[in-house]
């Protein structure tokens, strides 16, 4: 809920500001040159887009032909780009132009990646169990001896191994290999 009032303070914020830029810059070099540059980036921002749309189109049909779905999203960026360069505004078309930049782009993918990888490493790490709610998968369910069980998989087969929960409470949950 706190990053929405934000959001929506730049949304409101964001005219006002570009009005104030536009104005500054009008007075510099006049009112026709800054609707000129303006109409101008907006044409380039279609552009972009429209050129990513094609590169977007290409990647489908490549990942179509070799029959495999990792299409991805690269052109994503390339795509905000254009829609900032297309909106009229002096800030919006200096944050579109920024996006165009690969090392940019790059380095605010590894900030949101980073961001929801610590979110999701906030939950617990451990599951305390009591002696009677873990159980021993491979013997339960097929009634065979674990050795077999484990042949019959392509797997390599591995030791056994048991969680146990802690023994004095102050630890952790150990694991303790059968020998």
């Known amino acids: ?29 006049g009112v026709l040159a800054a609707l000129s540059v303006m109409l101008a980036t907006s044409l ?14 290409s990647r489908l049909r490549a990942c179509v032909d070799a029959s495999t779905l990792d299409a991805g999203i ?29 090392a940019l782009q790059r380095r605010i993918l590894a900030t949101l990646l980073r961001s929801f990888g610590e979110a999701r490493s906030k939950t617990a ?22 050795k077999q069980v484990t042949l019959a998989h392509s797997c390599p087969p591995a030791s056994p191994v048991l969680a146990t ?9 150990r694991v303790k290999e059968e020998q």
């Open 1 to 29: 809920m706190f990053h929405v009032r934000w959001v929506l303070a730049g949304l409101l914020i964001l005219p006002i500001a570009e009005l104030a830029v536009f104005l500054a810059i009008a007075s510099e070099i």
């Open 44 to 57: 380039a921002g279609a552009a972009v887009i429209r050129g990513a749309g094609r590169a977007a189109r």
């Open 74 to 102: 690269p052109g994503l960026f390339t795509l905000l780009a254009g829609i900032l360069l297309l909106v009229p505004g002096f800030l919006t078309d200096v944050a579109g132009a920024l996006l165009l930049v690969p």
């Open 125 to 146: 790490a451990v599951v305390e169990l009591d002696p009677d709610e873990w159980r021993r998968v491979a013997e339960e369910d097929t009634g065979q001896d674990p």
């Open 165 to 173: 929960p802690p023994e004095s409470g102050s630890s952790a949950s």
